[in-house]
Protein backbone atom coordinates (compact mmCIF):
# COMPACT_ATOMS: atom_id res chain seq x y z
CA UNK A 1 0.00 0.00 0.00
CA UNK A 2 0.93 3.44 -1.15
CA UNK A 3 1.70 6.03 1.70
CA UNK A 4 3.43 9.73 1.51
CA UNK A 5 3.91 10.90 5.44
CA UNK A 6 4.70 14.71 5.58
CA UNK A 7 6.41 16.23 8.92
CA UNK A 8 8.38 19.19 9.67
CA UNK A 9 5.62 22.28 9.61
CA UNK A 10 5.00 24.13 12.51
CA UNK A 11 4.36 27.96 13.31
CA UNK A 12 7.97 30.02 12.49
CA UNK A 13 8.54 33.81 12.45
CA UNK A 14 8.96 35.89 9.27
CA UNK A 15 12.41 34.94 8.39
CA UNK A 16 12.95 31.85 10.23
CA UNK A 17 13.41 28.57 8.79
CA UNK A 18 11.61 24.71 8.24
CA UNK A 19 12.83 21.63 7.00
CA UNK A 20 9.91 19.77 5.74
CA UNK A 21 10.16 15.62 5.25
CA UNK A 22 8.15 13.67 3.09
CA UNK A 23 8.53 9.60 3.42
CA UNK A 24 7.58 7.17 1.28
CA UNK A 25 6.26 3.64 0.87
CA UNK A 26 4.51 1.82 -1.12
CA UNK A 27 6.43 2.09 -4.59
CA UNK A 28 9.62 2.16 -5.80
CA UNK A 29 10.70 5.44 -4.93
CA UNK A 30 13.95 6.18 -7.08
CA UNK A 31 11.48 5.78 -10.35
CA UNK A 32 9.55 8.60 -9.04
CA UNK A 33 9.15 12.34 -9.62
CA UNK A 34 9.07 13.88 -6.64
CA UNK A 35 7.35 17.06 -6.25
CA UNK A 36 5.91 19.80 -3.18
CA UNK A 37 2.71 21.55 -3.71
CA UNK A 38 0.90 23.77 -0.84
CA UNK A 39 -2.42 25.55 -0.70
CA UNK A 40 -2.92 28.83 1.34
CA UNK A 41 -6.73 29.32 2.71
CA UNK A 42 -9.04 29.99 0.71
CA UNK A 43 -6.52 29.57 -2.58
CA UNK A 44 -6.05 26.90 -4.76
CA UNK A 45 -3.14 24.33 -4.17
CA UNK A 46 0.23 25.54 -6.53
CA UNK A 47 2.82 23.50 -7.62
CA UNK A 48 6.36 24.66 -5.49
CA UNK A 49 9.17 22.37 -6.85
CA UNK A 50 10.21 19.28 -8.19
CA UNK A 51 13.02 16.65 -8.40
CA UNK A 52 13.52 14.22 -11.03
CA UNK A 53 13.55 10.59 -10.47
CA UNK A 54 16.92 8.83 -10.20
CA UNK A 55 15.80 5.61 -12.61
CA UNK A 56 18.30 5.24 -15.12
CA UNK A 57 20.71 8.44 -14.02
CA UNK A 58 22.57 9.20 -10.58
CA UNK A 59 22.21 12.78 -11.40
CA UNK A 60 19.02 14.50 -11.19
CA UNK A 61 17.34 17.75 -11.58
CA UNK A 62 15.94 20.39 -9.81
CA UNK A 63 13.09 23.13 -10.88
CA UNK A 64 11.28 25.88 -8.66
CA UNK A 65 8.08 28.35 -9.36
CA UNK A 66 9.60 31.61 -9.69
CA UNK A 67 9.23 33.20 -6.91
CA UNK A 68 10.68 30.75 -4.81
CA UNK A 69 13.51 30.05 -6.10
CA UNK A 70 16.62 30.92 -3.79
CA UNK A 71 14.85 30.49 -0.47
CA UNK A 72 13.34 26.91 -1.20
CA UNK A 73 15.48 23.73 -1.94
CA UNK A 74 14.54 20.20 -2.97
CA UNK A 75 16.17 16.98 -2.17
CA UNK A 76 15.57 13.54 -1.94
CA UNK A 77 17.43 10.69 -0.41
CA UNK A 78 16.69 7.59 -2.39
CA UNK A 79 18.21 4.89 0.51
CA UNK A 80 15.74 6.71 2.85
CA UNK A 81 12.86 6.75 0.28
CA UNK A 82 12.84 10.96 1.39
CA UNK A 83 12.28 14.42 -0.17
CA UNK A 84 12.52 17.18 1.53
CA UNK A 85 11.93 20.54 1.37
CA UNK A 86 14.41 23.33 2.66
CA UNK A 87 12.75 26.63 3.68
CA UNK A 88 14.53 29.49 4.17
CA UNK A 89 13.57 33.23 4.98
CA UNK A 90 9.81 32.33 5.60
CA UNK A 91 7.57 34.91 4.61
CA UNK A 92 3.79 35.36 5.63
CA UNK A 93 2.27 34.49 2.26
CA UNK A 94 4.23 31.07 3.07
CA UNK A 95 1.48 30.48 5.16
CA UNK A 96 -0.38 27.13 3.63
CA UNK A 97 -0.78 23.12 3.69
CA UNK A 98 2.09 21.81 2.34
CA UNK A 99 1.57 18.58 0.34
CA UNK A 100 4.05 15.94 -0.84
CA UNK A 101 3.15 14.39 -4.72
CA UNK A 102 5.10 11.27 -6.35
CA UNK A 103 4.11 10.65 -9.61
CA UNK A 104 5.22 8.61 -12.49
CA UNK A 105 2.85 8.40 -15.81
CA UNK A 106 0.18 7.68 -14.76
CA UNK A 107 0.50 6.67 -11.35
CA UNK A 108 0.38 9.79 -8.97
CA UNK A 109 0.17 9.99 -5.08
CA UNK A 110 -0.51 12.71 -2.57
CA UNK A 111 0.35 12.93 1.04
CA UNK A 112 -2.10 14.07 3.40
CA UNK A 113 0.01 17.54 4.12
CA UNK A 114 1.72 19.57 6.94
CA UNK A 115 0.34 22.65 8.36
CA UNK A 116 3.38 25.77 7.79
CA UNK A 117 2.22 28.72 9.59
CA UNK A 118 4.20 32.07 9.32
CA UNK A 119 3.45 34.54 11.67
CA UNK A 120 4.85 37.01 14.15
Known amino acids: QVHLVESGGGLVQPGGSLRLTCVAS????????MSWFRQAPGKEREWVAS????????????YYRDSLRGRFTISRDNRKYGTYLQMNNLQLEDTAVYFCKADRGAYIYWGQGTQVTVSA
Open 51 to 62: ITSTETSTSYQT
Open 26 to 33: GFTFNAYR
